[in-house]
Every structure is written in structure tokens, then in C-alpha cells.
């Protein structure tokens, strides 16, 4: 191979990793602006609004309370979203056309997302659609987009690429933030109702999310697969795949410890709000603050942490990150009530490792998928992140129920980060890149 060709074979290779990293640039205001601080009160008090004389609307008759209408709904769009991320990463292996389906799924729920900017009145009903609609296509987009990582990425790259990826978007997750909470905290100089300026927030995600799906799907590229056989469908293509995996017991003992421990990541992402508020009595504000500068802290911290793995390997960075949440956690523990500035400090530990420990889970995993069944994999992957993510809010509900303390609850989170990090460090990563068909890179 001539020194042109490769030259041409590395920036097209560029180019394609940069518009990869748009998609996480164009979806993770989603995460951050809808899911994680706007939507949750404000559907909330939509259905509040639509309650009967007790506190409950009654979705297809079925009474329910308004104040658990928001929850339901998320966990309505895990379950969609595990019977549909089988088939299409089924499909997008079987086809190879993996852009079409990145572009249904993105436009799906970025249509979705954008329609919120109808959620009024005593809508609820349109507000629960809506989503279960864009919460479940994103977490299927991802199975299609996290899916190219092994195609546009060599062993050797893929750290330091998933960890750009996971930067891009906690740097868009911040900038929509800002742009967002200078017209809720300063509606009344704008002109508009404080749920206005709620909705208008909540559309212009969606906006978002759709104009720069645009740049992924523009640059990145299908692969002719020579596959002609039929997509099984749902969960027994899920099915087949953990079949599979039985087969490669080193690939599902990671993914069995990558459970766990994002897991216990999950929980303290969404629980976090929770203690702050009940246990330490921050106000709203500080706790909106403490969310972006996680944000802008986790865009140094992937990119620091990839950093460190192509010096120490992958393996051995996540380890010593799962070290760091626990010494997060415990120190959350003994957080004075009403100091903000506290909160701040373990915002900020949580902010340094929470993009790095995800991004390099990613890249790890990529090298222990067989070579053409990333889709396949990466479902279950996928799965394995959103569809089990009830087991650490049911141990936080439990452990509170049980001893009244918040404190309490936050600690038990613990037994993830620790059964995580045994669970990892038993897998011998070397063995299982081999075991999948895959090259060793130098450092892993």
C-alpha cells in the first residue's frame, strides 16, 4: 500500500471520527436539559394540574399519581426501548446500513423532543407520550452510533476517541445548559411566562438534536456486510446474542461487571438532586449549578482519563476510577447540611470521573465484541446500561425505607462500586480481545 493511499485512509478515517463525535454533541443536550432539570417538575406539575380532588390522573384508567407520572413514564421508555434495541441492532449488522436507522431513531426523538414545546395546560398525557418516545429513541441510537466506534477507530484509538465523543457531548450538555438557564432565571427581561420560557427550553433541545445529527450523517459511512442471512426479531435476537456470549464467558464477565457498576453510576446521577435537596436542604439554584458544573467538569475528565489509559491501559484507569467513587461516596456521606459550597467539592469529584469511567467501559467493550455483530453487541451493552438500571434507585428506596436517612442511602451505593471493581479486575482483558477475534493493542 502506497504512502499516498494511507495518507487518504487516515483522513478519511479523521473525518469520520469527527462526525461521530457530533452525534454525541447533537444528542446529550437531551440527557441534560430535558431529562435531567426541566422536564421531570414541569411534566410534574402538568399532571398535577390535570389530578382529581386526591392527587391522581388516570392514564387509560389506571389511577395513578401525578407526583409518579414522570418516573412511570421513564420506566415505560426503558421497556420499549429493550424490546426494539434487539431488532435494530440486528438489522444494522445483518444490512450494514447503519445510517438509516441513526437518522430514524435521531429524528424520531428529536421530533419528539421538540414537540414538548406543546406540553401545556393539563396535557399531560401528550407530555408522558412524548417521553417515552424520545427517551426510548435515543437509548436506541446509541446501540447504531455506539456501534461505528470499532469501525472508525483502530484498537489502538479507541480511548482516546470514545473519550472525545464523551467530551463532545458533555460540552454541548454545558452549553445548552448556560443558554438555557439565562432565559428561565431572566424570563420576565425576555418577555415570557416562566413556563414558556420552560417549553421553549425543552423545543430548542430538540432543535438542537436534529440540526447536527445532520454533520454524523453527512460524514460517517456504511459498510457492505456479507451477511445474507434473515434479522431475527426482539428478544430472540437478544436471546441468540447472550447464546453467543456464553461462549465468550470473558466478554459477559465485563459486561456482567459493567452492570453493576455504571449501575451504581446511574443512581448517583439521578438520585443525587434527592440528597442535596432532602438531606442537605440546598435550594433549587444551587443544586441547577452543581448539574453544569458536573457538565463542564466531565469534559476534562473523559478527556484526562483517556489520556491516562493510553499510559496505564484502559482496564487499569477504570479501576482507579471505580476507586474514586467510592472515595466520593463515602465522603458524601458526612456532607454538612446547608453548605453548598461542600456539595460543590463532590460535585466536582463526581464531575472528573463520571465521563472517563463511561467512555473507556465504551471503548474496552468495543474490543471484546466479534467482528461483525457490533450492533448486536452493543444492544446488549445498551441494554445493560438502561434496561437493569433499576437495581440501585430500588437499594436507595429500600436502604431509606428502612433507616429514614438519606445518608444512609447514598453510602449502601457502595456495594456497586466495590462488587464492580472485583468483578473487573478478576476479567483478564488480554485473553478476552484474543477470545473475540480481535488484535491486542499495545496498551489495554
Not at 466506534?149 to 473519550?163: C, G
Request: aromatic share 12%.
Amino acid at each position: 500500500m502506497s504512502a499516498d493511499t494511507v495518507r487518504t485512509d487516515v483522513i478519511d478515517r479523521q473525518r469520520e471520527q469527527r462526525g461521530w463525535y457530533f452525534y454525541d454533541w447533537a444528542c446529550s443536550v437531551y440527557s441534560t436539559s430535558v431529562l435531567t432539570v426541566f422536564l421531570g417538575p414541569y411534566l410534574t406539575a402538568v399532571a398535577k394540574s390535570a389530578a382529581d380532588a386526591d392527587g391522581f390522573v388516570h392514564p387509560l384508567g389506571i389511577p395513578v399519581r401525578a407526583g409518579s407520572f414522570f418516573a412511570y413514564c421513564v420506566s415505560a421508555s426503558v421497556i420499549v426501548s429493550i424490546l426494539v434495541m434487539p431488532l435494530v441492532g440486528s438489522a444494522a449488522d445483518r444490512t450494514g446500513r447503519k445510517k438509516p436507522l441513526l437518522a430514524a431513531c435521531a429524528y424520531v426523538g428529536a421530533t419528539a423532543t421538540t414537540g414538548l414545546f406543546f406540553l401545556s395546560g393539563d396535557r399531560y398525557l401528550l407530555g408522558g407520550l412524548l417521553l417515552i418516545v424520545a427517551n426510548s429513541s435515543v437509548a436506541v441510537s446509541m446501540v447504531v452510533y455506539n456501534s461505528y466506534l470499532p469501525q472508525i477507530a483502530p484498537p489502538e484509538d479507541r480511548d482516546r476517541v470514545s473519550s472525545r465523543g464523551w467530551a463532545f457531548g458533555y460540552a454541548a450538555g454545558s452549553s445548552m445548559l448556560i443558554v438555557n438557564l439565562v432565559l428561565f432565571t431572566g424570563h420576565h427581561s425576555f418577555g415570557v411566562s416562566e413556563s414558556t420560557a420552560v417549553r421553549i427550553c425543552l423545543a430548542s433541545a430538540g432543535l438542537w438534536w436534529g440540526a447536527f445529527t445532520l454533520v454524523p450523517l453527512k460524514r460517517l459511512r456504511d459498510r457492505r456486510t456479507t451477511s445474507s442471512a434473515p434479522a431475527a426479531h426482539g428478544w430472540r435476537q437478544l436471546a441468540s446474542t447472550v447464546r453467543d456470549m456464553r461462549g465468550k464467558p470473558l466478554t459477559l464477565g465485563f459486561l456482567l461487571a459493567y452492570l453493576i457498576y455504571n449501575d451504581g453510576i446511574q443512581t448517583v446521577i439521578s438520585q443525587a438532586s434527592v440528597y442535596g435537596s432532602q438531606e442537605l436542604g440546598l435550594s433549587q439554584s444551587t443544586l441547577i449549578t452543581a448539574v453544569l458544573m458536573v457538565q463542564v467538569l466531565a469534559v476534562a475528565g473523559a478527556l484526562g482519563m483517556g489520556r491516562l489509559a493510553r499510559t496505564y491501559g484502559a482496564k487499569r484507569t477504570i479501576l482507579g476510577s471505580l476507586v474514586a467513587w467510592t472515595v466520593t461516596l463515602a465522603a458524601g456521606y458526612f456532607l454538612p447540611a446547608g453548605a453548598p459550597v461542600w456539595f460543590f467539592v463532590l460535585a466536582a469529584g463526581i464531575g472528573l470521573v463520571l465521563g472517563g469511567s463511561q467512555a473507556l467501559s465504551r471503548s474496552l467493550f468495543s474490543h471484546l465484541v466479534p467482528p461483525g455483530k457490533e450492533a448486536e453487541y452493543f444492544s446488549a451493552y445498551e441494554m445493560s446500561d438502561r434496561g437493569m438500571s433499576w437495581l440501585g434507585p430500588l437499594l436507595f428506596g429500600i436502604t431509606y425505607q428502612l433507616t429514614g436517612s438519606y445518608r444512609d442511602a447514598i453510602i449502601s451505593l457502595v456495594a456497586f462500586f466495590v462488587l464492580g471493581f472485583a468483578l473487573l479486575a478478576r476479567v483478564p482483558v488480554r485473553q478476552a480481545i484474543l477470545d473475540a477475534g480481535n488484535p491486542v493493542p499495545e496498551r489495554i
